[in-house]
């Protein structure tokens, strides 16, 4: 990106249903700010076709900013469980106009509810063409919060491991889910302060950790805290 000042840049995997993007500074973009990008310019459109209040849907560890961005432009944020298989029924059930994972799969109700990166990219190009500015200076509004990126340890007892991290985690004001492994969310007088989601692997030994933090800080703090549970 940088060798040849580039604008965007796009990288799909094999089969082009996942789209990565990084900016003109080299830097990835967070496919939860695509997600919301996108969410926005689906909702306007379906607003346009008459849809009241076009369905976004979104997985558990999308970022914060992803449904307070569906909530601003008129829609309304279905939140789901992590994988393919979960998200596809939600949409379908909801006819949701869109939907997006941080995985970075995209799934649009003109696809067949199906997720595809190549439409995904064509919205980040529209949009960044559609006005003067960088697709930094683009983004960087629906990155409010700070992302820790998802966390594998490896551990003997998941279970117990999770037990450990709500124990030690979950004190007034927090509140938890189980809507996929334990989702913990504390909200303060100004808005999220942090949230953290750990989820067992099917497949290996593993226990996935995802935080979001107010500011860096915070975010590190409740990451290395968990971390310490987690892998002590």
Not at 117 to 125: E, P, S, T
């Amino acid at each position: 990106m940088r060798e040849h000042g580039a604008d965007v840049g796009l990288a799909f995997d094999g089969d082009a249903d996942r789209c990565f993007v990084v900016d003109e500074r080299g830097e990835p973009v967070s496919p939860s700010a695509v997600t919301a990008l996108v969410a926005e310019r689906e909702i306007a459109r379906a607003r346009a076709d008459g849809e009241t209040e076009p369905v976004v849907v979104h997985n558990l560890i999308a970022s914060r900013s992803v449904p307070e961005t569906i909530a601003a432009a008129g829609g309304r944020a279905v939140r789901t469980r992590v994988g393919h298989s979960f998200i596809k029924g939600v949409m379908a059930d909801e006819r949701a106009v869109f939907g997006g994972e941080h995985s970075a799969h995209y799934y649009f109700r003109d696809f067949w509810f199906a997720d595809t990166g190549m439409l995904a990219a064509m919205h980040v190009l529209a949009a960044l063409g559609e006005q003067p500015g960088t697709l930094s200076g683009l983004v960087a509004r629906y990155g409010r919060y700070t992302e820790s990126g998802e966390i594998n340890s490896t551990v003997d007892d998941a279970a117990a491991r999770t037990a450990a991290v709500r124990a030690r985690f979950e004190t007034d004001g927090v509140v938890a889910d189980e809507l996929d492994g334990l989702t913990l969310t504390k909200d303060g007088a100004d808005g999220l302060e942090w949230w953290l989601s750990v989820r067992p692997s099917n497949t290996e030994p593993l226990l996935r950790l995802n935080v979001e933090g107010a500011d860096p800080e915070t975010m590190a703090r409740v990451r290395d805290e968990a971390l310490t549970v987690i892998r002590g």
